[in-house]
């Protein structure tokens, strides 16, 4: 039996993030760039106007006031999307709209508001400074400046900029296949009414989602019965995927065959067994080169296990460096006690009330009560030295979603 973190440290050694592939910029939000992106231009293009209102030379607005209004010629109209003609000598102006370019000749823009058109003159009732209103050519971003680096998730912010440089097409990393089995006899499919004994094959779905969640493809590989024969062929047949995950068998029943096959096809069981609950019995290892993860079968020991082991690693595989999820401080609303040498995550909600996080279980935290994950947004962590958590302490929360970043009502 090995710790959680010289576990994580074993697997994540066996992941390196996958080739690259070119995709349609709206596909990819979430995906990490394996690019780094420089600006083959300017943007904006040209000095352009940030108000609807006159191009002038600032000089010409000197001592303007309300009570001092100035009169210029205007001897242009500048519609966005067009170029002046003309060139803005002393006592002229141009009507000018948002984005469009500043003429020749000008240094400012006077703003609509500050003016009164007057026929083929504007009367002005205020100065500007130089380069008021105007944006500069480049002053968002320069020719040859690096604009999104490689290694980047990419937000949507990322995707506008890269659509601003002309960019239809971006590498990313690939997203990792990964091959979800689900073993026992007890199983039944989800279309079955089971009878008594038998359970519907929950994990399957659970682990996909938990595969979808972290960007990665699941493909479903359905019941595997607790013959050898059977997980041999099975495994075998999940050798194109990139990963290979497996539910249940490996704990010490009878019937407990997944790390045998591994030790016998794979040849190459890095170890079993974790000093954590739930999810002891977590087998890693390789099958052809493929890494195969054998999760417990409880429901909430495969789900654990995933989000410990088998997320950091996926994540790994599609070019994040950002693996873990987020922790936090909160204060326990109850009392916990344990043996010490296991790391335990026990199944929690967490709420921020004022200003401080309070954490308190879901109940029930047996490895079979799926209902305790339903209900939790995070698991609190209790190190391998601790024994006790005291009514109003503080812990550590990992936090398995992002609801704490959403709110019911608008906050300032
Ligand atoms: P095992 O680790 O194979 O002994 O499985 C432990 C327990 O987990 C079984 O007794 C089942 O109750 C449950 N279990 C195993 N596999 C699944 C599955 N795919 N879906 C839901 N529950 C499962
Ligand atoms: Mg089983």
Redesign the pocket.
Known sequence: MISVEKALKTILVNFRPLGLEKINILESRGRVIGEDIFSPRNIPSANNSAMDGYAVRYADTKGATKNNPLQLKIIEDIPAGKVALKKIKAGEAARIMTGAVIPEGADAVIRQEDTQKNGKTVIIYSSVQKKENIRFAGEDVKRGELVVKRGSALRPAHIGMLASLGKSFVSVYQKPRVAIM???D??VNIETDPPPGK??????YSLAAQVLECGAIPIMMG?TR?RKSDLQKKFKTALDADVIIS?????V?D??FVKNVMGEIGNAMHFWQVAMRPGK?LAFGAIEGVPLFGL????V??MVSFEQFVRPSLLKMQGHTKIYRQTIKAICTEEFQKKEGFRHFIRAVVKKEKDKYVASTTGDQGS?ILKSMVTANGLIVMGENESRIKKGAQVTVQLLDDSLSRSESLQF
């Open positions: 689900s073993t026992g007890e199983l359970l519907v094959n929950s994990n399957s019941i607790d539910s249940g068998g490996v704990s029943g019937f407990d019995p417990p079968g409880n429901p020991s495969a079979g």
